[in-house]
């Protein structure tokens, strides 16, 4: 079964996500920050009238924040609940990919990392790595701590 | 019947859709059937509305509901008839075979097939309603004399059905246009050619009409559920032992159908309780001279875009002091609040949570919400409630609703480099300290800041703190903005650094990540394209509530500043009149500075008067009234301005003339040589100097005849 994965990166990780998924990929974009939101969401963008929560994947990923040369792109895509855009350092190219170069997770892996990838795509000189988008997006128990404050939970 | 029929779910759809609206039209025209029994076209459209209906039962192999709407049509053949004479109790069971339709339909629409319940009972009470009649005559079998068949060509040829889905999706693209336009229109303005004015102002132009049009489309009367409330007061009514009259009028009102739909309870709710707890029964009321019967009236108009809701009713009314006893055993009211509290401010009381009259804590009416409950619903949806009641007489509840939910009127304020949006619905006044004031007015109680506003006590929040990014909070001695906040069970003020314009802006919700922050209600995008979030005014007022967030974050506050304001005493605004005579007055009392023109300065009969806000407000020239001649000041006042302080009293504003408004003293008031004159309390020393403090009392209610004369007679001969 071959599917098709738009690929980028975050650190020096290679992830991918379903081409049908994406929406668009945008340049960095005005934001409007969220007081008192998770860290992990950067903030608002108008994306034509819609508007679209960004979520800082190396946050979320538990990496250290971006080096001031890289200035982000942003990977929209569609959720039950609403557009959010995945903050990502750079958009690489759409791969096809067939089920043979498929294997689940190493066990070894860091659990923020298991967390939000489904499996991993041998390329020929480097990994790819299928991202649960969902997941991804989730705010993982130990950084929701703002938003389970018992001040905000009537 | 062949199966093909049967799994038409269009065909079904079509009918069910079509069966609501036949069943609420029937239910309206029992209603007022049973008060004209001789309106032969009421009977004839019940007629016809159960003759469809067994038709196409029949078609659509309903067999049971066909046999239910057959025998209801040979008792309204009867009723046409006149074997069968029309009476509370056939229309008790008609209302009956109604809600069996009913409840038939809402199961085909959730299995596709009929229940297997047969309708036993109502059967037989329509066979006992028509015995006598069966006995003369054997039941006609005569199709009623009409062509089309009612319910199908009523409203048909003008109106279409949209799903409500692709109306929310033409409201979103009109708010992206507006949003658009906003741009465009910015653009043409600042920096775009001249050419591109023209066609600027005609897309504004359009935008607006597009989107006041598809706002429309959403509108529906509010008839749409009051239709629900003659059953429910007649059935009511009747459990109660009551006799009541439902009045209503402005059915055609139009409201958007969210807001509809969110107020229909709210109002139920408070029907119910009109009926429950207001409208005596028959014999109180023929004891206390009332008529027997009892009127409950449902009004609704528009005014000033929004959309007021009235229900009165003529019952036993709220007495103040119950409501009071209640309040402070219950605890929800202190002892010394309640002495000074109006007797309106006390009825409004019924809507702090906890409320209830009844001694137990269970709730009698057992219907499980209160009037809480019905003020947090209204205020979810950007509405308000009050109340009010002439004990005897009746009570009357004022409901005022937005239009729609989806474009608002929002004041912008500023708080560091982020601006936010405030649903201009909350927003009661603005209040400015300049830096000097500031550090005196706001006083703390322990880490709390509390601001007196003409004398009542107002909790503060600080915008930027609360949003976690000025940690501090303000620096003393800058200046400071108030906004003050009506929420559930009272108002706040919420401290921002700048306060901007009001806006139309389009609602846009917060996506789920974000939806557990209460503090944000959506996010709008300006005619910058800008996003700005908009703020909670429940969930602020929620933290308002909680001390905790003052525990966890302290502020520091410089100790001298602290004591200084917690210093005890009296605030009193200074004033001169004459050279150099110091007066003051209770800063409670003063609602508001203001500064007038001389030329603004009219006359109502002998009365010196101004316009504020619409009305007249007479003025008091205080120096007319309280200074010898020798003492005054020439006149006009030095710049041709006139000071003013308004105070209000019993809905009335009066305004004060003096001089020169000079400081705001807090310091412990010692009245001595008291009440030298009419209008002056006495002296005290205030600020190291003597000074004279007016009484507001006396001042209102002295005869100022020849003063204002005077004061007349010398402002016409300042501007010849």
């Known amino acids: 079964m071959k599917r098709q994965l738009c690929t980028f990166t975050v650190g020096n990780l290679l992830f991918g996500v379903d081409v049908l998924s994406v929406q668009e990929v945008l340049r960095p974009q005005p934001m409007t920050r969220v007081p008192r939101a998770p860290s992990l969401i950067r903030g608002l963008i108008n994306l034509r009238g819609q508007i679209l929560t960004a979520v800082d994947l190396r946050e979320r990923l538990g990496l250290p924040a971006a080096p001031p040369e890289i200035s982000g792109m942003n990977v929209v895509v569609q959720l039950p609940g609403g557009l959010a855009g995945l903050l990502v350092d750079q958009v690489g190219e759409v791969l096809d990919l067939s089920a043979e170069q498929f294997e689940a997770n190493p066990v070894t892996l860091r659990s923020t990392i298991r967390e939000v990838i489904s499996g991993v795509y041998k390329l020929k000189d480097r990994l790819l790595l299928l991202l649960d988008i969902q997941a991804a997006v989730t705010i993982p128990a130990a950084v929701s701590a703002p938003i389970h404050d018992p001040l905000f939970s009537n | ?720």
């Open chain 2, 1 to 720: 019947m062949p199966e093909e029929i049967l799994n038409n779910a269009d065909l079904i759809q079509e009918f069910l859709t079509e069966s609501r609206d036949n069943m609420d039209q029937m239910e309206r025209d029992l209603m007022a059937w049973e008060k004209q029994p001789a309106s032969r076209d009421t009977l004839d459209r019940i007629f016809r509305a159960i003759h469809t209906l067994k038709g196409t039962c029949g078609f659509l192999g309903f067999t049971k509901l066909e046999g239910l709407a057959h025998q209801t049509e040979g008792l309204l053949g009867h009723l046409r008839e006149g074997q069968i004479k029309a009476s509370p109790a056939i229309v008790t069971v008609l209302l009956h075979v109604l809600d069996s339709v009913r409840r038939h339909t809402g199961h085909i629409e959730r299995t596709g097939k009929e229940e297997s319940e047969s309708f036993g009972s109502v059967l037989a009470a329509l066979q006992a309603l028509q015995e006598p009649a069966l006995t003369e005559t054997p039941m006609p079998d005569e199709i009623p004399d009409t062509e089309a068949p009612a319910g199908f060509g009523t409203s048909a040829e003008n109106s279409i059905r949209v799903k409500v889905g692709l109306l929310d999706r033409l409201m979103n693209l009109a708010g992206e246009l507006v949003l658009v336009r906003n741009q465009i229109s910015q653009l043409s303005q600042n920096e775009g050619p001249q050419m591109l004015a023209g066609p600027a102002q005609k897309l504004n132009r359009i935008t607006s009409e597009l989107q006041a049009s598809i706002m429309k489309t959403r509108l529906q009367p509010i008839g749409n559920i009051w239709s629900k409330f003659p059953r429910l007061v007649r059935d009511a009514a009747m459990a109660g032992d009551k006799k009541i009259r439902l009045e209503m009028s402005g059915q055609q009102t139009e409201l958007d159908k969210s807001i509809i739909e969110a107020v229909k309870d709210p109002l139920t709710h408070l029907i119910r309780n009109c009926i429950d707890h207001g409208i005596e029964t028959p014999e109180r009321r023929i004891a206390a001279g009332k008529p027997e019967e009892g009127a409950i009236c449902l009004r609704a108009c528009h005014e000033a875009g929004l959309v007021l809701i009235e229900i009165s009713d003529d019952g036993g009314g709220i007495r103040p002091e119950i409501i009071r006893e209640a309040a402070l055993r219950r605890g929800l009211l202190a002892p010394s609040q309640a002495d000074t509290m109006t007797n309106y401010d006390l009825i409004q009381l019924i809507f702090l949570p906890g409320f209830s009259t009844s001694r137990e804590v269970t709730r009698l009416s057992g219907r499980g919400i209160g009037m809480d409950v019905v003020k947090t619903n209204l205020d979810r949806i950007g509405g308000a409630i009050e109340v009010a009641s002439a004990p005897g007489q009746g009570t009357t509840f004022k409901i005022k609703l937005p239009l729609t939910l989806a474009i608002i009127p929002a004041l912008l304020v500023g708080s560091g480099d982020e601006r936010f949006a405030i649903p201009q619905a909350s927003v009661r006044e603005l209040v400015r300290l300049d830096g000097a004031d500031a550090a005196r007015k706001i006083e703390w109680i322990e880490d709390s800041p509390v601001y007196r506003l003409r004398g009542q006590l107002l909790p503060l929040i600080d915008l930027g703190r609360e949003l976690g990014f000025s940690a501090q909070g303000h620096e003393m001695g800058q200046d400071i903005n108030i906004v003050v906040l009506d929420a559930h069970g009272g108002s706040f003020g919420l401290i921002v650094d700048h306060v901007q314009d009001t806006e139309e802006i389009v609602v846009k919700p917060l996506g789920r990540l974000l939806k557990s922050l209460h503090v944000f209600a959506g996010a709008t995008i300006m005619g910058d394209g800008h996003v700005i979030l908009i703020l909670n005014v429940l969930g602020l007022a929620q933290r308002v509530k909680n001390n905790e967030a003052n525990e966890k974050r302290p502020v520091p506050v410089p100790t001298a500043m602290k004591e200084e304001a917690r210093a005890p005493g009296e605030e009193l605004l200074v004033f001169q009149l004459g050279d150099d005579g110091r007066w003051a007055i209770a800063l409670s009392e003063v609602t508001r500075l203001e500064e007038f023109d001389a030329a603004k300065i009219e006359r109502e009969g002998a009365v010196p008067a101004v316009q504020y806000q619409g009305k007249i407000m007479p003025l008091l020239p205080l120096s007319h009234l309280l200074l010898a001649e020798n003492e005054r000041l020439a006149f006009p006042a030095s710049s041709g301005k006139f000071q003013v302080i308004v105070h209000a009293r019993d809905g009335l504003c009066y305004g004060l003339l003096v001089d020169h408004i000079v400081d705001i003293a807090r310091e412990p008031l010692v009245l001595q040589r008291k009440g030298l004159r009419p209008g002056i309390l006495g002296s005290a020393i205030i600020q190291n100097r003597i000074t004279k403090i007016v009484d507001i009392d006396g001042l209102v209610n002295l005869d100022a005849g020849r003063a204002n004369g005077q004061f007349l007679g010398e402002m016409m001969e300042s501007l010849n």
